[in-house]
């Protein structure tokens, strides 16, 4: 088993621990791990299956990140590899200011940034990873449907040597599959043939996620809803999580609806346009919105207990308060 270590600069400010948070979700997410202080995923790099393994060095106003790669095979391509999925997928690069700037003049959004200081938007490494998850958790509650994935990955996707991770499977491989084969491990006939039939238009050039760089919102989005399973919801969550567009919020999200609805201390439900209209004074900033919401929702079920909420964070729900009271 190969060795390989060498560290990342972060622009600050940056937190590991939040940041892992808001990409997995879930305590039981089996593809994105997290110990607490080590971030782990498997990553495939020219047909190897290698380990990723992160930690936070040094404060949240002067991070790095420490990897260390293990797999069969490592040379110049897998540090390289490992590079551009960290950084993709933990938003390194990514200057904040401007959203910190923003968050400063508005008492309520203060608050939750304050709480939640250092967390960066998160990216699926590839748009079919993002796609497939959404699909995935689709008409299921978030728990259930990581749980979908993770059969998903663990029954298709390859792992490193001596390992129990498993990478995202790759599209060609998917390709390869009649639907009913993923019907066992949970998917419906629907989602299946969905699954199944995104990544054979990846793998045979009808579909070039890459393209959807160049589009526009609205472009992106009626490209998105011309494949089979891909509605509004999905293609809003792949414009934030795959394409990165931090301006994104997936109005038609009922968890994120009613993490905004709770948190404005709105007692009526919240439609499309409600959210819409909601989420317009925070722009272009409303898709960091959505991952802040996410963590105050984590944080108050209990999952952040590995340290992810410090102790000045203590009684956020108190704060709040005070904040929606200044905000009038």
Same mark, same amino acid.
Request: proline share 5%; hydrophobic share 45%.
């Given at each position: 088993?190969?060795?390989?270590?060498?560290?990342?600069?972060?622009?600050?400010?940056?937190?590991?621990?939040?940041?892992?948070?808001?990409?997995?979700?879930?305590?039981?997410?089996?593809?994105?791990?997290?110990?607490?202080?080590?971030?782990?995923?498997?990553?495939?790099?020219?047909?190897?299956?290698?380990?990723?393994?992160?930690?936070?060095?040094?404060?949240?106003?002067?991070?790095?990140?420490?990897?260390?790669? =293990?797999?069969?095979?490592?040379?110049?391509?897998?540090?390289?590899?490992?590079?551009?999925?960290?950084?993709?997928?933990?938003?390194?690069?990514?200057?904040?200011?401007?959203?910190?700037?923003?968050?400063?003049?508005?008492?309520?959004?203060?608050?939750?940034?304050?709480?939640?200081?250092?967390?960066?938007?998160?990216?699926?490494? =590839?748009?079919?990873?993002?796609?497939?998850?959404?699909?995935?958790?689709?008409?299921?509650?978030?728990?259930?449907?990581?749980?979908?994935?993770?059969?998903?990955?663990?029954?298709?996707?390859?792992?490193?040597?001596?390992?129990?991770?498993?990478?995202?499977?790759?599209?060609?491989?998917?390709?390869?599959?009649?639907?009913?084969?993923?019907?066992?491990?949970?998917?419906?006939?629907?989602?299946?043939?969905?699954?199944?039939?995104?990544?054979?238009?990846?793998?045979?050039?009808?579909?070039?996620? =890459?393209?959807?760089?160049?589009?526009?919102?609205?472009?992106?989005?009626?490209?998105?809803?011309?494949?089979?399973?891909?509605?509004?919801?999905?293609?809003?969550?792949?414009?934030?999580?795959?394409?990165?567009?931090?301006?994104?919020?997936?109005?038609?999200?009922?968890?994120?609806?009613?993490?905004?609805?709770?948190?404005?201390?709105?007692?009526?439900?919240?439609?499309?346009?409600?959210?819409?209209?909601?989420?317009?004074?925070?722009?272009?900033?409303?898709?960091?919105?959505?991952?802040?919401?996410?963590?105050?929702?984590?944080?108050?079920?209990?999952?952040?207990?590995?340290?992810?909420?410090?102790?000045?964070?203590?009684?956020?729900?108190?704060?709040?308060?005070?904040?929606?009271?200044?905000?009038?």
């Amino acid at each position: 088993m190969a060795l390989m270590t060498f560290s990342m600069p972060v622009l600050p400010p940056f937190r590991l621990d939040l940041t892992v948070w808001t990409l997995r979700r879930r305590a039981d997410n089996a593809v994105d791990t997290w110990d607490g202080h080590t971030y782990r995923r498997a990553l495939q790099v020219d047909g190897t299956t290698l380990e990723i393994a992160t930690a936070q060095a040094g404060s949240s106003m002067a991070p790095r990140l420490s990897v260390r790669l =293990t797999g069969g095979k490592l040379d110049q391509r897998s540090e390289q590899a490992a590079r551009i999925a960290l950084t993709r997928l933990l938003g390194l690069n990514l200057d904040l200011a401007p959203f910190y700037c923003l968050a400063e003049a508005d008492p309520l959004l203060r608050t939750l940034a304050a709480q939640f200081r250092g967390v960066k938007p998160p990216r699926f490494p =590839t748009l079919f990873e993002c796609i497939v998850n959404a699909i995935a958790c689709q008409q299921l509650s978030l728990t259930v449907g990581i749980r979908l994935l993770n059969r998903f990955v663990e029954a298709h996707g390859a792992t490193p040597e001596n390992n129990v991770l498993h990478a995202f499977p790759d599209p060609a491989l998917i390709a390869g599959l009649a639907p009913e084969m993923l019907k066992p491990i949970g998917f419906s006939g629907a989602k299946a043939r969905s699954v199944v039939e995104l990544a054979a238009g990846i793998s045979t050039g009808r579909f070039v996620p =890459t393209a959807l760089e160049t589009f526009d919102d609205r472009e992106a989005v009626q490209a998105l809803m011309r494949l089979r399973g891909v509605g509004r919801w999905t293609a809003e969550y792949a414009l934030l999580r795959g394409l990165g567009r931090l301006h994104v919020f997936p109005g038609d999200d009922v968890g994120a609806r009613n993490n905004l609805a709770h948190w404005l201390g709105r007692r009526d439900r919240l439609d499309y346009a409600d959210v819409q209209a909601a989420v317009r004074h925070w722009q272009p900033f409303a898709g960091l919105v959505y991952f802040h919401l996410l963590l105050a929702n984590l944080a108050e079920h209990g999952t952040l207990t590995d340290g992810s909420a410090r102790d000045s964070d203590a009684e956020p729900e108190r704060s709040i308060r005070a904040a929606r009271r200044e905000a009038g």
